[in-house]
């Protein structure tokens, strides 16, 4: 199943991540020449968003791909 949320919405990553084995995540700012206001939403506080979702979830596997 796949699932396409805010991942800055710790709510709403709890409410996906509900009785779930695995997640995957993959969201973030990929533009090189984003500024880090630009990035700093998504690609940290979105993280640690889903990293915080996952475990109290009980998520059992957590992948994530960052560059």
């Known amino acids: 199943m796949s699932t396409v949320l805010d991942v800055t919405d710790g709510d709403a990553c709890r409410a996906a991540f509900a009785g779930a084995d695995a997640v995957v995540h993959l969201a973030a700012v990929s533009d090189p020449e984003a500024s880090w206001e630009a990035?700093?939403?998504?690609?940290?506080m979105g993280t640690y968003q889903v990293v915080q979702a996952a475990v109290h979830c009980r998520v059992r596997r957590l992948v994530l791909a960052s560059s």
């Open 39 to 44: 990035l700093h939403p998504a690609n940290v």
